[in-house]
């Protein structure tokens, strides 16, 4: 069994910068591509970045684009999630999840293995 677990994620000030971490363990991790999704109180779980995890090819939401960042280190079995210019409207939770084959990029349910999630609070 995969395990995702994610990190650093905290409060900071609107305009300000966070850079999240997701950690694979257990079964090798050998997934299609990895994604970020996010949710807020009554809201339900929005798309937020993929990224391909052989070819290093990413793709975002509009929200994200030009702000926000993914990335991954094979070797560590780890994927990050650069965020940067943060807004309000950014704070959520903030789940890493493990895509096992070519299925849907944006839709939650496409994704195989999730992380606990980590909170991401952006003040104004």
């Known amino acids: 069994q995969v395990q995702l677990v994610e990190s650093g994620g905290g409060l900071v000030q609107a305009g300000g910068s966070l850079r999240l971490s997701c950690a694979a363990s257990?079964?090798?991790?050998?997934?299609?591509?990895m994604g970020w999704f996010r949710q807020a109180p009554g809201k339900e779980r929005e798309f937020v970045a993929r990224?391909?995890?052989?070819?290093?090819?990413?793709y975002y939401a509009d929200s994200v684009k030009g702000r926000f960042t993914i990335s991954r280190d094979n070797t560590k079995n780890t994927v990050y999630l650069q965020m940067n210019k943060l807004k309000p409207e950014d704070t959520a939770v903030y789940y890493c999840?493990?895509?096992?084959?070519?299925?849907?990029?944006?839709?939650?349910?496409?994704?195989?293995?999730w992380g606990q999630g980590t909170q991401v609070t952006v003040s104004s």
């Open positions: 990224i391909i995890r052989s070819s290093g090819t990413t």
């Open positions: 257990g079964r090798t991790f050998s997934s299609y591509a």
């Open positions: 999840a493990a895509q096992m084959s070519i299925s849907s990029r944006t839709t939650w349910r496409a994704y195989d293995h």
